[in-house]
């Protein structure tokens, strides 16, 4: 009997990445955000809501590197790590990364375009910031320039803001 307690342990040993990823990245993860949205606080609503966008993008990473994740022995372990850190709220670990790493690149697009391609001609000034907003005066008039930078500010005021309110509420 001893034999067969101790070569169970030894299986839940060897495994223990199998079975404690889907209860430490689905199972708690999933009760935890019905208890937020039944809650009347929006702070747990954030928490679970940024954990699931940071999921998801760990499932993308999986999917895309898939063979290559394979020749990794340590990514099980090294993902569950970064799931608990993830998940356990008194590291807060989902609100560090989405605050530090995915938030500035929704929140200030331009600052990180992988899609804008600069047009070059021979014939042409440089694109740059200032070209463009001599392009944007020639075309639409200094009154429009104007209502665009104060429309600018507006945004910049709400954001900083939005981030005020979400750092005084973090802890």
């Known amino acids: 009997m001893g034999s067969s307690a101790a070569s169970f342990l030894k299986v839940v040993a060897k495994n ?9 990245s689905l199972a708690y993860p999933l009760y935890a955000s019905v208890r937020a949205i039944e809650s009347k606080s929006p702070i747990d609503d954030q928490q679970w809501l940024t954990y699931w966008v940071l999921y998801s993008l ?3 990473f999986e999917l895309t590197f898939a063979k290559l994740i394979e020749w990794i022995p340590i990514w099980s372990y090294a993902k569950l790590i970064a799931t608990c850190w993830l998940v356990i709220p008194y590291f807060s670990g989902a609100a560090y990364v989405y605050e530090h790493f995915v938030r500035p690149i929704y929140v200030n697009p331009q600052t990180i375009n992988i899609w804008y391609i600069p047009k070059k001609d021979i014939f042409s000034k440089p694109d740059d910031i ?3 907003a001599e392009r944007y005066i020639e075309e639409n008039g200094p009154e429009a320039f104007e209502q665009l930078i104060k429309s600018a500010d507006r945004q910049a005021t709400s954001r900083s803001r939005n981030r005020t309110f979400f750092e005084e509420h973090r802890d």
């Open 130 to 132: 200032l070209t463009a």
């Open 16 to 24: 223990f990445d199998v079975l404690a990823g889907p209860v430490v």
């Open 58 to 60: 760990i499932t993308l």
